[in-house]
């Protein structure tokens, strides 16, 4: 393991991504981890990342010298580079003005470990204020800028290395290389990460955790939640069932797909719930946004709970435990939740008669440690077809939350003949890996005038709300070819009853959030 001591920079996920990419395995820890914790996990290597306070602020976040004295390769980056060079005896001037944005590096050793191979001056990615005037004694200066003339330093003897840029952005042109050669060179790993081996490790793992018991997993029809079952089955079979609440609110085909594409991958027990009617009946003259979400929410966790009662007491019935539940959680959200390694215990609330209270469940978590990317590459892996590998984000609410107006089947209907017809020309255009997502809304509640054959119609407008984003949390709206839009537009007003209009969302993320609802 490769550990990235995280000072409080929005890079630290980046660092280990990329040092996920050079195939070498490594995980986030806050930079205030005791340093003997951090070294009882027996790290190969260490890199400190940036952060955004001065080292000579108040409070500014510190480490322990004996992270240095402990053999272990160091790299430390802006931050944690100014941190090194500080407590190893080196000089850091507070100059009080920042650096920032694109910088020429111009390397003073092409032959030294970081830098070998890569051109005299390179491009880097710059963000600081203080600056480093004086390597600590035994450190070679490896590069330097026309303001900080210590920018890089590098002890082979210690196998401590700093540069002051950071060289996880993609603007620092030759910053994997320069990643890989500490990685390689500096603290002389292997790059053996493959998914290959996730897939083993995580196997051999949930078979330890599991044991001859019984487990349960909510499929939602998502990658996550399909991967990690995908991955339970791999490991332990049919003691694994999954669970599929169908709540009538997918799209065109989905369900279908969900059940037959993924069991004929994985080879999956799947019980499908079709909870359709309930969740209709549910959401009958309910138009607000948040209580169709909070509706849905409910109907969803009190079905999941009564399939998995029956599966309870069936598995009772043959002297059998179901002791386990596998979710699909990602490691930007165990990192985001301040959250460190073990198991969480959640308890399951029960509204089903005949069974004991407090039933307690483990969670199964085996992506826990892994970026959306690798997920997909762990599911291609395992045999699942890209229509789930590469599906596109679907909010859980599904099409209740695109429908402006109360829900009914006849708006459903209607709404998903639209959404068909535009993902059918997406694909056709090859520009389902180019766009985010693209909710189809119906505005049910608004009507419009329009003229089609010789008379006059009264219908409904759809929405199209194309986006391209990186992680949802901000988006712009694509730029879809005009022709592919007026083709949409023809099919839609001509192949779906009760739509006259068809409207192009062209907001980004902020202001509008990606869905209506
Ligand atoms: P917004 O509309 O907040 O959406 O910009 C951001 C991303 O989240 C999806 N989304 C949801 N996903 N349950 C989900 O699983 C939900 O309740 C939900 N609401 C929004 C949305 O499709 C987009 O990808």
Request: with cysteine; charged share 25%.
């Amino acid at each position: 393991t490769v550990l990235v001591v995280d000072f409080g920079a929005q890079y630290a996920q980046l660092i280990a991504r990329r040092v996920r990419e050079a195939r070498v395995y490594s995980e986030i820890v806050p930079s205030t981890m005791p340093v003997a914790e951090m070294l009882a996990k027996r790290p190969k290597a260490i890199i400190l990342s940036g952060g955004p306070s001065s080292v000579y602020a108040e409070g500014a976040p510190g480490i322990d010298r004996a992270l240095f004295e402990a053999g272990v390769p160091v790299l430390g980056l802006c931050y944690g580079f100014q941190l090194m060079a500080r407590e190893l005896g080196g000089t850091v001037d507070n100059t009080g003005s920042r650096e920032y944005g694109r910088t020429e590096l111009a390397v003073e050793r092409i032959d030294s470990t970081l830098f070998s191979g890569t051109p005299e001056r390179q491009q880097v990615w710059m963000s600081h204020g203080d600056a480093c005037s004086a390597a600590p004694e035994g450190f070679t200066v490896s590069a330097s800028t026309d303001t900080v003339t210590v920018a890089a330093f590098e002890n082979d003897e210690r196998r401590l290395y700093g540069v002051q840029h950071h060289p996880e952005v993609l603007h620092s042109t030759h910053g994997q290389q320069l990643l890989e050669h500490f990685l390689y060179r500096g603290a002389g790993l292997d790059p053996s990460w493959t998914t290959g081996s996730i897939v083993e490790e995580q196997v051999a793992a949930i078979k330890a955790q599991v044991g001859g018991k019984r487990a349960i997993c909510a499929l939602s029809g998502g990658v996550d939640s399909a991967v990690a079952a995908a991955l339970v089955v791999k490991a332990i079979g049919d003691q694994l069932t999954c669970v599929y609440v169908d709540h009538g609110l997918m799209r065109q085909g989905e369900s279908e797909q969900v059940e037959k594409e993924f069991v004929a991958s994985t080879g999956a027990q799947l019980r499908v719930v079709d909870a359709s009617e309930r969740f209709l009946d549910a959401l009958a003259g309910v138009s607000d946004p948040e209580q169709k979400r909070k509706i849905i929410g409910r109907e969803f966790i009190r079905v999941f709970e009564q399939a998995q009662a029956e599966l309870i007491a069936e598995a009772g019935a043959a002297g059998e435990d179901v002791a386990f539940l596998v979710q699909g959680t990602l490691y930007p959200d165990v990192v985001e939740s301040g959250g460190g390694t073990g198991t969480a215990n959640i308890k399951s609330h029960h509204n089903v008669g005949g069974l004991p209270d407090d039933i307690e469940f483990e969670l199964v978590e085996p992506l826990r440690m892994l970026f959306k990317d690798e997920v997909r590459m762990v599911g291609a892996e395992l045999g699942l077809p890209d229509s789930i590998v590469h599906r596109q984000p679907f909010p859980g609410p599904g099409l209740g939350i695109r429908i402006v107006g109360e829900v009914t089947r006849e708006r459903l209907t209607v709404l998903r003949a639209a959404d068909a017809i535009v993902r059918e020309e997406l694909t056709a255009a090859g520009l389902d890996r180019e766009i985010w997502q693209c909710p189809v809304v119906l505005l049910a509640d608004v009507r419009s005038v329009g003229v089609q054959g010789d008379g006059r119609t009264y219908g409904h407008p759809i929405v199209l709300r194309p986006v391209s984003s990186e992680d949802a949390m901000t988006a712009d709206w694509s730029r879809l070819p005009y022709d592919l839009l007026a083709k949409i537009s023809n099919r839609i007003t001509n192949e779906v009853p009760d739509v006259n209009r068809v409207t192009l969302d062209i907001t980004s993320k902020p202001p509008g959030t990606i869905e209506w609802e």
